[in-house]
Structure formats: structure tokens, C-alpha cells
């Protein structure tokens, strides 16, 4: 294992409060990110938008994969349900102590152990009085479960649990008593219900807050309370009531180390808590939920950092697959269990969202707090304020931003204790980065104690970024498993090795015998290539565009031995019948083909269900090669033995050292593969190119506040008035000095100040309409600036700035005379500005669908701007002479395919009709949804658009599922997308308590193509989901029976 090195960057003062206003930073030598070409993406129309209101269509699309190997996943979950039900036999009354080796039924090299911190005290407690758990038996019972289950395992996932065990054997196992003792403190006498623990610590904390003359009156609330809390929760929560006294003490345990680790926290910075802090079950539940069955050692020194002990924030970068998730959960957990306090988690894209959802609900039923998702058109504004549990939001990065907002304006940004982003790279990205870099910047200034943590694998320019966030620095170079890289020009294959000149070396030739007609149809050998893996293993092959993935996914096939079919057959013409089944009976032909020989393409194209499905069975072994875009570039844990990156290209742009990375980290994921490789196709003529990619530093991250102006520091100084974080230029002008673009504002401002910058912007707010005060002349820097009703709409509404007017005088025409006869204008109004500019009707089906409209719709068309005399002389060819606004003809094209998708709730057909990719139509309906809800958020703040609220509510709904209503209550469920909600509602399950009530094992019975796995997380969403919204009446009933303080009395 590599030695960790610790690179921690002290800064000047150490545990001082944060300083507001830095030093400014000397210019990089790298070069100018101004001159930076903006990658395009390969993803098709929508994809290259970058939608104002949240994270879906861009080059990553809306990714949406299920965490892990599902098949690998599902067969452990079988070791481990049946290691649970033993665990709770095991659990031994107080006072008896089991010795003995934590799995003395394994062989020694298949011993696997939980690491308990070297230099971590453990709890106190009175040794004779110790509650301990045995997990000997356990293991015992399972050995030959385990040993039949490895045979069943794919090559791949085998070698990788033959890889842990030698692994485990070699590392550290600790001795006994550290290894399984959990020592605990004796006093079990508050045996509480599941999740109550904080319910009762807050209980606590109320009571002694109170005045005793509003005792009674609490009480009485409590008891009512309680009574509506089983009323309203009683189906979710029968099986928790039913707890067997097992289970109550395995409760008064963790409430009990609860307790003791949160007086812990706050007393001391020294961890002393069985497991960094947080109770030993906290430990089990990586171990049952994740597999994960010890920390690696620079995620143990990581957590013990002197920085995060006394909550300084913390940037660490380690390598793709290095396990940093982990080490965020557990200070997540930290944060949420013993400081009590909310957390936002930023992820990048909606899907990863939804995944992460999934994998925290289980943690959140079990360890009672709350998970909330903030994506897409989901999200309240402000969040309900919770009295008794803890939230955690998991968010993308434009949700993450209005949430922070609506914190601040409400005055409660204090609750959130802890922000914690993912791919913090993403700072430098376009729009998504400066809206990320807006969110972090308003949290340093208005929060004192919001602890921010970023992580990364691909940062350069770290020193920018830790004056930006005032953070401390970890960094280490482990992956857990080996990555080699390769490149392949023609039939040689070279090893990148950056010690030598060319950056690489020989490493060997392919050989493979290439007929004539085979050379021609595959000139870059990746047939070769990829047989050597396939279908033994599994291999990615990234490709520059999404036509190239499914050319090269057919090529393949074509040319593969028939032998290939007969592995895994009968699953394999089971996957088709699925995705017959999802397509309502049509299955995309390349896919019928490419199929039965385990290959697949994955790009934005495919519709969320169809992505889902080839994950799966990919993940599951069933397929063995995906033909890919960069969709599966980032955070993704796929098996894959193989990486082969078809060209240096994303699209026509070259590939980025970054984009490189991100792809080539695929390969080799731990958990999953043994070992890792990755080929790059490189031609002669890019070689030169490919040597600087490969010598070339990571790329810097730049502020982009000043390249996405509207959206980025229009925005910003709009919503810093707005939320009174800075209401005179002065202000403005300290507040932006501590922006990543106040880091770099030598660099990326060199032809003006940034204060002139300023001013420019806030001059042309003001001219807008958004803001009212005089700012031009010298002596008015300390005059104060306020917000117009519009402005304030427009930043609540995260409204792109460049649209705001527009969008305010759509919606005031609409008052004069909207059609209401069906929802087609409504629809017009909520079509997102920016998915018009890359759309282009075909005016044969413009003009027909026009024709099917009624006379009352066809009025819309007029209204909004396009005569029908238009629309009929463009299908006929002729010649125009009017002038008709482009953007307003593409946006009501666009909102002609919404209008059928919501008639017909039928993606394919409405594709079909439109001539446009499933994919693509679906992720318009996705980013409508989205920007439906920013528009609602606008009309909320002016009141003369009332009448939009009731008409928008619903129609939210409406664009969010576009499925029959029966759905609807499944689909809420995160992950829980139109194909599973079918096959769920056929087989008796309608409402989403059925859901959360359901049992996991007879969802697996009666569910085609439904992991142990995947059972468990619907069902944990579900609870997860239910308890929140019963928890939210009960905030509500709390509220309106609260008696209020200043009552008027004669006394
Ligand atoms: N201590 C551990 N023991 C075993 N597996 C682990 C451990 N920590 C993490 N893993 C597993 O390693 C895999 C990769 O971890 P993770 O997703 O956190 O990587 P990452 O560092 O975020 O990579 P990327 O930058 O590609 O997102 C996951 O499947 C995770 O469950
Ligand atoms: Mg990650």
C-alpha cells in the first residue's frame, strides 16, 4: 500500500476566524484561460446547452447509473442478509464477552477487518459492564454461502475478491479486543424506537430549554404530536414498532454512543468515539450497505487531520477511485449525528443526485436524520425547518445555489453546518462553475461556522483554490487498484511513462490476424483490442461522438466469433424483452443487433430507462463492452478491465489532460476490478499532441464568473443586493475580492479593474430594472442599492439574467389573454430559453403539427409571434420576407414535442414524430420540468403573476413524471424511473407506502431484473421519502398548535 503523504498547507493563522479579504495571487504560467476553447460536447443539441436552471443536459448529460455491480452487488447482499440475520442472533446480553478472532471461520488469506483508528481512544467504559457483539458466528454460518456464491461470481469480480483477501491478509488486523469489542457505556435504561435517538436528545434539550410555565402546554403538544406522528407514519413504521428487544438494545446503544460522541465533539477536538467519533454502527452499516470492510490508511489519516478536528475546511485530491466518498460520508455523518447540524452535499448532475439518494436513505433510516433532494424541479425553497431530526440536502449545483439563498434570506444559513462538493473541478466549468463558485463564496461570507470540504481528482492550481475557500490541503497518490496506461500507435503498443522524453515506452505489438475486408472495416485494430478482454472481462470504449458509439458497437459485433452469443444467452434475450418492454414494444435496432453478443452503445440518446437497464446488465457481466460517450466520464463505478479511448477527441476538440483522466479512471474501480488498464487510439499525425497531453500538467481551474457574465457575475451582484450580503459598491467591491475571481483577478482581468468591472455591472442592473440606486458617480460608493420586486424574482427564480426582461413581459402578454384550452401555452411560457438556439424544425412536421391543432391552440401561435402564413410558407420552401424571431419559432417547435409527450406520456412515439433522438426528447421534457419551476419561484415573488402559481404548480407536476397518474406516487421515489414504476404498479404496488412497507425479498420475487440490492435502496427511498413528508405535517401541526409567547393577558 503507498505510503500516505500527508501535503497539509497550514495557513497564516492557524484557527483564527476566517480573514475576509486576501493578499492578491501572482498571475500562473499557465496560459490564459480567456483563450481556453469551450469544450463543445459531443451529446448532442441539448446536451451542449447549458440550462440556466439545473445540471441535465450537459456533456455528462443526465446520467443516471445505479451504484456499483449490481449482479456482483446483489450476490454479496446475499452473503451479507444472511450475515445480518446471524449478527442479531449473535448479540449477546451485557456483560458477556465473546473472544476470539473476528472471523476465525475464514481462512486466514480471506480475512477482512474493519480498522479501528491506531491512535483513537476508545470509548470509556466499564468493562464488566461492556455491551459487546459477536460477529464470529456470523462468519462461521456464512463461509460455505460465501464460498458457493464466489463460484457464481463474474472472472472479474473474482479476481477482485481473491486481490481483497491477499490484500487484507497483508495489511493490518488488529488485535481482537480492538477489532470486535464495541465497548459501550452500560446505562441502557432510554431503550427508544429506531431513528429516535435524536428525537429523544432533542426532547431533551427542549424540555430544559422551556420555561416551566409552558410545560404543560408542551406536553400536551408533545402528545398530540405523537398521536398524528403514528397516525401519519403508522403503515411506514410498523415494522420498526415491532422491534424485538435485540433491537432495542442494538438502539440504546447507538443512542447512548450518540450522546457520548456529540458531548465529545463539543468538549474536546480529540475523536474518541468507537468510530471517528460516530457509534459503532455507523461502521456496521459501511460494512452492510457498501461492503466496505476497512479504511484505507489515507483515509484514516485523512479523518484524523488536525484541520477537520477543529473543522477548518479542507480541499483533498486523490486519485480516480481512491475512495474519497468515503471519507466525505463519514464527516458528513459526523456533522449530521453529533454536531446536530444540516449538511448540503453538491454533486454535479441530477442522476448522481438520485444514486446518492439512494445509497444515503438506508444510512438516514437507520441513524435517524433526514435525506432531501434538491434536483431538478425537486426542492422546497426555503427547506421545512426541522425541530427534531437533521437533514441532509443532496444537491446539484444549481439547486445547491438557491437553496443556499433561500438560507440566507430566511436567516437560517447557521443551521447548515457543513457544505461538502464533489468534483470540486467543476469550479472551473462554465456556468455550472460560476454558480458553484457563487454558492461557496456567499457561505465563507455569510456563515461563520459552515465548514466546506472539496474533493477532487483532477485539481492543479490548488493554492488558488485553498485561498479561495481558506482551506487547508491533502493530497496522496493511492488507487487502490493499479492503472497502466497505454497508447497504441498503429499495431504497437507503448506504456506512458512521463520519466521519459516521448513520455513513452514500448511495451509490446498486437497481434491478431486481419483478413483483408476486416482491415478495412476496422483500421485502428479495435477488434484486436478489445477481444483480448472480452468476454471474460469487461472493456469501455469511449468514442468522440454518439454516432461513432454505435458504429463501432455494430462494427464489432459484425466481425466477433459466434461464440460470443452463447455466452450468457439466455440473459441476454432477456435484456432485449426488457427494453422491448420499456419501449412500449420497439427496441432500437442497433441495440437488437449489438445485444446478443454482449456489446452495447450508451451515450444522451437513450432514454433514462434504456441507460439504466444496459448499467445493469453491464454491471451485472451480462454485457461485456459498452460503446460510450464522456457520459460515463465522471464518478461512475463500472467494471471495467479495459479502457480504450477510440480517438484523442471529445467531438473536434482534442482531449483535455482532465477529460482524460476522468475517462482512463474507469478502468480498475475498486470493489470491482482487480486491475486496470487504459489504450489510447492515437494516429501518427496527433502523436505529437498526445505526447503534450501526456506531459501536460492537469488543467488550472479559473474563475468563470467573467466569461458566463449574465448567469455568472450579473447574477451575482443581483442576488448579493438582494440577499443584503453587500448593498453599497464598497461592499460589493470587499465581497467580490474574496471570490475564486478576486483570487485571480490579476490574470483574468487584465484589461480592467475589477472594481471597474463591478460598477459596469451593477450600472447595467440598475438600467434593467433590477436594482434601484445611484452607484456612476465617485462619491456614491456608500450609497445603498436595493433590490427591485423583479430583481428579487430574478435571482429567486435563478432566472438567467439575459432572459429576465423577456420572460417578465411573456408572462405579462399572457395575462391579457392566455389560452387556457389546453396546457400548450403554458408550455410556450415554461420551454427553456436556452434549448432554442441549437434546435431546427423540420417545417413538414411544424406545419402538420400545427394543422392538428385546435383553432383556440393555433391562436397561441399568433400570439407568441408566429403567424401561421409563416409557418406554412417555410414547409412549401417559399421565401420570407417577414421578420420572424428565430429563438421564438424554435421555442414553439419545442413546445409543440412537449405538448405531445404530455398528451401521449409515450417517448418513443413523440421521437418518432418529431424525428428527433428519444434521448434528446427526454432530456428536454427533463430541463422543462426544471425551468417550470424556476418560473413558478419568479411569479411567487410579483404579485401581479398570481395567477401563475396554481397553473404552474400543477403543470410542474405534470412535465416532472409525464407518465399515466397512477404513476406518479411511485415515480416520486428516487431511482424509481417509468419502466420500474410499471412493474411495480402491475404487481400491486400503488402508493408509496406500499413501497416503504414493502418486503425487500418478495420485490425481488415478483420483479423481473430487480437486484437484492436495487429491492432494498426502492424501499429505503420510499421509507426515507415517506417520513419526510409525514415529518413535514408534523412541523406544520407543531407549528399551528404552538402557543404563541405574547398573548395578551390582564396581568
Ligand atoms: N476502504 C475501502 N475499502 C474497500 N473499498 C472502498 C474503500 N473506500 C472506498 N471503496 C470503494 O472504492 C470505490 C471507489 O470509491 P469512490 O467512488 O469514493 O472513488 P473516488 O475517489 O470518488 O473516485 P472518482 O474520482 O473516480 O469519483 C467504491 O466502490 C467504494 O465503495
Ligand atoms: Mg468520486
Redesign the pocket.
Known amino acids: 500500500m503507498a505510503e500516505p503523504r500527508l501535503a497539509v498547507r497550514r495557513k497564516s493563522c492557524p484557527g483564527s476566524v476566517r480573514k475576509r479579504s486576501r493578499a492578491p495571487v501572482q498571475p500562473s504560467a499557465v496560459c490564459s484561460p480567456v483563450a481556453r476553447k469551450r469544450l463543445s460536447s459531443a451529446e448532442g443539441p441539448l446536451a451542449e446547452t447549458s440550462c440556466a436552471n439545473d445540471s441535465e443536459e450537459d456533456m455528462f448529460g443526465d446520467y443516471d447509473s445505479l451504484?456499483?455491480n449490481d449482479s456482483f452487488l446483489a450476490q454479496v447482499d446475499d452473503i451479507e442478509h444472511k450475515y445480518l440475520q446471524d449478527e442479531k442472533l449473535a448479540i449477546k446480553a451485557p456483560g458477556e464477552i465473546i473472544p476470539g478472532n473476528l472471523q476465525p471461520g475464514l481462512p486466514q488469506k480471506k480475512q477482512v477487518n474493519f480498522s479501528i483508528p491506531e491512535n483513537t481512544v476508545t470509548l470509556k467504559a466499564d468493562k464488566e459492564d461492556a455491551f459487546q457483539v459477536s460477529e464470529r458466528g456470523a462468519v462461521d454460518n456464512n463461509q460455505e454461502q460465501t464460498d458457493s456464491i464466489l463460484d457464481e461470481l463474474p472472472s472479474s469480480q473474482l479476481l477482485y475478491f481473491e486481490k481483497?483477501a491477499e490484500l487484507s491478509f497483508a495489511s493490518r488486523i488488529p488485535p481482537a479486543s480492538e477489532g470486535m469489542n464495541k465497548c459501550v457505556n452500560p446505562s441502557l435504561e432510554k431503550i427508544r424506537s429506531t431513528s429516535s435517538f435524536c428525537h429523544g436528545a432533542e426532547h431533551r434539550n427542549r424540555h430544559t430549554d422551556s420555561s416551566s410555565d409552558s410545560k404543560s402546554d408542551l406536553f400536551k403538544t408533545e402528545s398530540l404530536k405523537d398521536h398524528l406522528k403514528s397516525a401519519m407514519t403508522g403503515n411506514a413504521k410498523a415494522q420498526t414498532l415491532q422491534v424485538s428487544k435485540t433491537k432495542q438494545l442494538q438502539e440504546a446503544v447507538l443512542s447512548e454512543e450518540i450522546c457520548v460522541a456529540r458531548k465529545t465533539i463539543e468538549s474536546s477536538s480529540v475523536d474518541i468515539g468507537p468510530f471517528y467519533g460516530l457509534p459503532s454502527k455507523v461502521k456496521d452499516l459501511f460494512r452492510q450497505f457498501?461492503?466496505?470492510?476497512?479504511?484505507?490508511d489515507w483515509?484514516h489519516d485523512c479523518l484524523m487531520l488536525e484541520s477537520l478536528q477543529q473543522r477548518r475546511n479542507l480541499i483533498y485530491s486523490?486519485?480516480?477511485?481512491?475512495?474519497?466518498?468515503?471519507?466525505?460520508e463519514i464527516i458528513i455523518l459526523q456533522e449530521l449525528l453529533c454536531r446536530q447540524k444540516d449538511v448540503l452535499m453538491i454533486l454535479p448532475y441530477v442522476a448522481i443526485v438520485q444514486e446518492k439518494i439512494r445509497s444515503l436513505s438506508s444510512f438516514g433510516i437507520e441513524l435517524g436524520f433526514l435525506v432531501e433532494e434538491y434536483a431538478g424541479s425537486k426542492g422546497r425553497f426555503p427547506p421545512i425547518k426541522r425541530r427534531i431530526k437533521k437533514s441532509l440536502y443532496i444537491a446539484t449545483i444549481e439547486k445547491g445555489h438557491a437553496l443556499v439563498n433561500s438560507l440566507i434570506e430566511t436567516e437560517r444559513i447557521d443551521d447548515v453546518g457543513l457544505i461538502v462538493v464533489?468534483?470540486l473541478h467543476m469550479l472551473g466549468e462554465g456556468s455550472r462553475g460560476a454558480t458553484l463558485e457563487m454558492t461557496l463564496a456567499k457561505i465563507l461570507y455569510a456563515s461563520k461556522n459552515t465548514q466546506i470540504i472539496g474533493?477532487?481528482?483532477?485539481l492543479n492550481n490548488v493554492g488558488d483554490l485553498q485561498k479561495f475557500l481558506q482551506a487547508e490541503y491533502y493530497t496522496n497518490n493511492f488507487r487502490?487498484v493499479e492503472l497502466k496506461e497505454y497508447i497504441k500507435i498503429q499495431d504497437t503498443i507503448y506504456a506512458v511513462d512521463s520519466k521519459t522524453e516521448n513520455g513513452f515506452t514500448f511495451s509490446r505489438l498486437l497481434n491478431f490476424k486481419y483478413s483483408s475486408s476486416l482491415e478495412k472495416a476496422d483500421p485502428d485494430h479495435i477488434i484486436a483490442l478489445v477481444t483480448e478482454v472480452i468476454p471474460k472481462y469487461s472493456c469501455l470504449i469511449f468514442c468522440p461522438t454518439k454516432k461513432n458509439c454505435e458504429n463501432v458497437a455494430s462494427m464489432v459485433c459484425k466481425y466477433l466469433k459466434k461464440e460470443f452469443r452463447a455466452h450468457r444467452e439466455k440473459e441476454k434475450q432477456d435484456l432485449i424483452k426488457n427494453l422491448k418492454y420499456i419501449g412500449n414494444g420497439s427496441v432500437c435496432p442497433v441495440l437488437k443487433q449489438t445485444i446478443p453478443f454482449g456489446i452495447a452503445y450508451h451515450h444522451s440518446g437513450l432514454t433514462n430507462d434504456e441507460r439504466k437497464i444496459i448499467e445493469e446488465a453491464y454491471s451485472a457481466g451480462i454485457l461485456c463492452l459498452l460503446a460510450c460517450t464522456a457520459t460515463l466520464a465522471?464518478?461512475?463505478?463500472l467494471p471495467a478491465r479495459r479502457v480504450i479511448l477510440r480517438a484523442p477527441y471529445v467531438a473536434n476538440d482534442f482531449l483535455k489532460k482532465n477529460q482524460y483522466k476522468?475517462m482512463i479512471?474507469?478502468a480498475g474501480?475498486?470493489?470491482?476490478d482487480s486491475a486496470g488498464e487504459s489504450i489510447l487510439i492515437v494516429q501518427e499525425k496527433d502523436k505529437r499532441l498526445v505526447q503534450d497531453l501526456i506531459n501536460s500538467p492537469l488543467e488550472n481551474c479559473y474563475s468563470s464568473l467573467l466569461l458566463e457574465f449574465t448567469k455568472g457575475m450579473q447574477t451575482l451582484l443581483l442576488s448579493l443586493v438582494g440577499l443584503k450580503i453587500a448593498v453599497t459598491y464598497e461592499e460589493v467591491n470587499n465581497f467580490m475580492c474574496s471570490t475564486l475571481l478576486g483570487v485571480q483577478r490579476q490574470l483574468l482581468s487584465k484589461e480592467r479593474s475589477l472594481s471597474e468591472i463591478i460598477k459596469d455591472g451593477l450600472q447595467k442592473l440598475i438600467e434593467k430594472g433590477l436594482l434601484k440606486g445611484r452607484i456612476s458617480e465617485d462619491n456614491h460608493s456608500k450609497c445603498t442599492l436595493t433590490v427591485t420586486p423583479l430583481g428579487k424574482a430574478t435571482y429567486k427564480g435563478s432566472i438567467d439574467l439575459a432572459y429576465c426582461n423577456l420572460l417578465y413581459r411573456e408572462l405579462k402578454k399572457g395575462l391579457e389573454g392566455l389560452i387556457l384550452e389546453s396546457n400548450l401555452h403554458l408550455l410556450y411560457l415554461t420551454t427553456p430559453y436556452d434549448t432554442t438556439s441549437n434546435c431546427s424544425p423540420d417545417w413538414m412536421i411544424y406545419l402538420r403539427q400545427f394543422n392538428q391543432l385546435s383553432g383556440a391552440e393555433q391562436k397561441v401561435a399568433d400570439i407568441v409571434g408566429v403567424p401561421e402564413s409563416f409557418i406554412t410558407r417555410k414547409a412549401s420552401g417559399q421565401a420570407i420576407r417577414k421578420n420572424v424571431d428565430s429563438a421564438v419559432v424554435n421555442r414553439l417547435y419545442l413546445s409543440f414535442v412537449l405538448y405531445a409527450l404530455l398528451k401521449e406520456t409515450d417517448i418513443w412515439s413523440v421521437s418518432e414524430k418529431f424525428n428527433m433522438s428519444r434521448g434528446y426528447v427526454q432530456n428536454l421534457l427533463n430541463s422543462a420540468a426544471s425551468f417550470a419551476s424556476c418560473v413558478l419561484r419568479f411569479c411567487e415573488e410579483l404579485k401581479e403573476f398570481w395567477v401563475y402559481k396554481a397553473l404552474l404548480t400543477e403543470l410542474i407536476k405534470q412535465l416532472t413524471y409525464c407518465v399515466k397518474t397512477e404513476l406518479i406516487p411511485l415515480m416520486e421515489v428516487a431511482g424509481v424511473l417509468e419502466a420500474r414504476a410499471k412493474q411495480l404498479y402491475n404487481a400491486g404496488y400503488k402508493t408509496l407506502a406500499h413501497l416503504a412497507n414493502a418486503d425487500p425479498e418478495t420485490l425481488v420475487k415478483m420483479i423481473d431484473h430487480l437486484s437484492r440490492r436495487q429491492a432494498k435502496q426502492i424501499v429505503s427511498s420510499a421509507k426515507m421519502l415517506l417520513s419526510e413528508k409525514a415529518e413535514a405535517l408534523q412541523e406544520e401541526v407543531e407549528e399551528l398548535l404552538k402557543v404563541p409567547t405574547d398573548i395578551p393577558t390582564t396581568y
Open positions: 451504484c456499483g481483497m457498501r461492503g466496505i470492510e476497512m479504511l484505507y483515509q486523490l486519485p480516480t477511485s481512491g475512495g474519497k466518498t468515503l471519507v466525505a464533489d468534483e474533493m477532487s481528482a483532477t487502490p465522471a464518478g461512475v463505478n476522468q479512471g474507469r474501480r475498486a470493489g470491482i
